[in-house]
Nanobody, 121 residues
Framework: QVQLVESGGGLVQAGGSLRLSCAVSGSIFASVTMGWYRQVSGKPRELVATKTRDGFTNYSDSVKGRFTISRDNSKNTAYLQMDGLKPEDTAVYYC???????????????WGPGSQVTVSS
C-alpha cells in the first residue's frame, strides 16, 4: 500500500527555520508532482509549494523567497526548507503527491497525515 511518510515540523520562534520531509512508502512507477499544502483550523487548505519531477516549481506568494522546495527523485522524497518563519505560517502542513503506481495506471492524488508547524512571536 502506498503512503506518504512525513517528518519534521514542530515549534520555532519567529525568524527561525524548519525543514519538512515527505517520502513515498511503497512501490510506484513515478512521482509526478510532490509538494505541501497547509491548513489553519476553520479555513480552507491552501497551496504552499509544489515541484514536478522535471523540476518545475510553484510557490504561493506568501512564502516566495522564504521557503524552498526540493526533491530527490531517486528516493521519491521531497523537502520543504522553511526560513524566516512568521507567526502567520502556523498551520498543519500536509504533504501531497500525484503518483503513477504503474506504467499502465493513471495518476492518483495522495495526502500525508499532516505535520503541525507552530511559530511563536
Amino acid at each position: 500500500q502506498v503512503q506518504l511518510v512525513e517528518s519534521g515540523g514542530g515549534l520555532v520562534q519567529a525568524g527561525g527555520s524548519l525543514r519538512l520531509s515527505c517520502a513515498v512508502s511503497g512501490s510506484i512507477f513515478a512521482s509526478v508532482t510532490m509538494g505541501w499544502y497547509r491548513q489553519v483550523s476553520g479555513k480552507p487548505r491552501e497551496l504552499v509549494a509544489t515541484k514536478t519531477r522535471d523540476g518545475f516549481t510553484n510557490y504561493s506568494d506568501s512564502v516566495k523567497g522564504r521557503f524552498t522546495i526540493s526533491r530527490d527523485n531517486s528516493k521519491n522524497t521531497a523537502y520543504l526548507q522553511m526560513d524566516g518563519l512568521k507567526p502567520e505560517d502556523t498551520a498543519v502542513y500536509y504533504c501531497n503527491a500525484r503518483l503513477q503506481l504503474s506504467r499502465t495506471t493513471g495518476i492518483a492524488n495522495y495526502w500525508g497525515p499532516g505535520s503541525q508547524v507552530t511559530v511563536s512571536s
